[in-house]
């Protein structure tokens, strides 16, 4: 009768969490999508999730991307490099650009070799994937960099290692 055991807790469950905490799990949520499967759940999450206080401040963590511009190129001729190469950079008319200039987003702080030029391959968000344009020899590996035009870093991948015996060193040197 002088035991002293300890009194074990009820266990806990998925309804003993706090709708304050489940918000937050619910905000970090990547997709609209996830969140619409959230709320099919149960109705406790699709009571949490449909409040007005709740939708607005998942729309305002999500605010649609502005487009700034695009990268044009002009068409082939037989003077000019490969299409694709040399890509010109030209500010959206719809986009806020009290503060952009199409120099903001030049690409001449890329390195290069010998009359080199770039062509892009790829982007998502800031971030550019180039490539050196090909010139007479298309059966060397081409260098291919990730950059972000507005803050001019770059970062060069190497290439695979069973491509590394046919890709010349990269040159040091940068556009000016």
């Known amino acids: 009768m002088g035991d002293c055991s300890e009194i074990s807790a009820p266990p806990t469950t998925e309804h003993d969490v706090p709708d304050e905490l489940l918000e937050l799990v619910f905000l970090r949520l990547p997709w609209s999508l996830h969140l619409v499967r959230a709320a099919c759940t149960c109705k406790r999450w699709r009571r949490i999730i449909a409040h007005a206080a709740f939708l607005r401040r998942f ?10 511009g695009h990268y044009r190129v002009d ?11 040399n890509p010109v950079f030209f500010l959206s008319p719809s986009s806020d650009t009290v503060d952009l200039r199409p120099q903001h987003f030049s690409l001449d702080f ?12 790829d982007s998502r968000g800031g971030l550019l994937l180039v490539n050196q ?8 590996f081409q260098d291919l960099v990730v950059c972000e035009p507005m803050t001019r870093r ?6 695979p290692g069973s491509f590394a015996a046919t890709s ?9």
């Not at 729309?59 to 700034?68: D, G």
């Not at 068409?75 to 190469?85: A, N, R, T």
């Open 59 to 68: 729309r305002s963590l999500r605010a649609s991307a502005v487009v700034a």
């Open 75 to 85: 068409k082939f001729v037989h003077w000019s490099p490969p299409p694709g190469c």
């Open 110 to 121: 890329l390195p290069f070799r010998d009359g080199g030029s770039w062509d892009i391959a």
């Open 133 to 140: 344009c090909p010139g007479n020899n298309v059966a060397v």
């Open 154 to 159: 770059c970062r060069v991948i190497p290439p």
């Open 168 to 176: 010349p060193a990269p040159s040091s040197r940068r556009r000016r």
